[in-house]
C-alpha cells in the first residue's frame, strides 16, 4: 500500500473513512489488498502496467469500462461498490480481525464442548459397564 492510499484510507485519528468519504482508488487499493494481491500481481492479470494500478489507486486516472467490470470480477467486488462504496465490497479495518477473533473464540469453545462430551462418553461408558457387571453378579 502506498502512503497516499494510507493517507487517504484513515483518517488523523487512525479510524477508517465513511463510504462517503473513500474514493474509487481507496476502494480499489482495499478490494486488491483484501484479495491478497500486489499492484504488480494486479496489472500482470489486468494486462497493463503497474503504473497504470497506481495511478488509479492514487485516483490520477480511471480505467475504462471494460477494466472496471474485469477488476470487480478479479476483486471479487461488485462493480457498485468499486464505483459508489455501495453494495458488495470490502470490510473496513477492523472488522475482519474483529469476526477473526470471534471466530476463533467459538472454535476454542466448541473444542472444549467436544472434549467434555467425550469425557462424559467414557463417563457414562464406565458407569454402565459397573451396572452390568453389578446386574450379572446379582444374576448369578
Known amino acids: 500500500m502506498t502512503t497516499d492510499t494510507l493517507e487517504k484510507s ?15 482508488g481507496d476502494r480499489l487499493a482495499a478490494a486488491r489488498e483484501a484479495s491478497g494481491l500486489s499492484q504488480a500481481d494486479l496489472a500482470q492479470r489486468l494486462g497493463v502496467k503497474t503504473r497504470v494500478i497506481e495511478h488509479w489507486e492514487a485516483d490520477a486516472k480511471e480505467p475504462r469500462a471494460n477494466r472496471l467490470q474485469m477488476l470487480a470480477g ?4 461488485s462493480l457498485m461498490w468499486l464505483l459508489t462504496g455501495e453494495g458488495d465490497g470490502v470490510e473496513a479495518p477492523g472488522e475482519a480481525e474483529t469476526e477473526a477473533a470471534q471466530v476463533k473464540g467459538v472454535l476454542a469453545e466448541i473444542r472444549e464442548l467436544r472434549a467434555a ?12 459397564k459397573k451396572l452390568r457387571q453389578g446386574a450379572a453378579g446379582k444374576a448369578a
Do not use: Q
Not at 478479479?74 to 467486488?77: A, D, N, R, S, T
Not at 462430551?117 to 454402565?128: I, K, V
Open 10 to 24: 484513515a483518517d488523523a485519528n487512525g479510524k477508517w473513512f465513511s463510504n462517503d468519504a473513500a474514493t474509487f
Open 74 to 77: 478479479m476483486l471479487g467486488v
Open 117 to 128: 462430551m467425550s469425557a462424559m462418553t467414557g463417563r457414562l461408558g464406565r458407569l454402565e
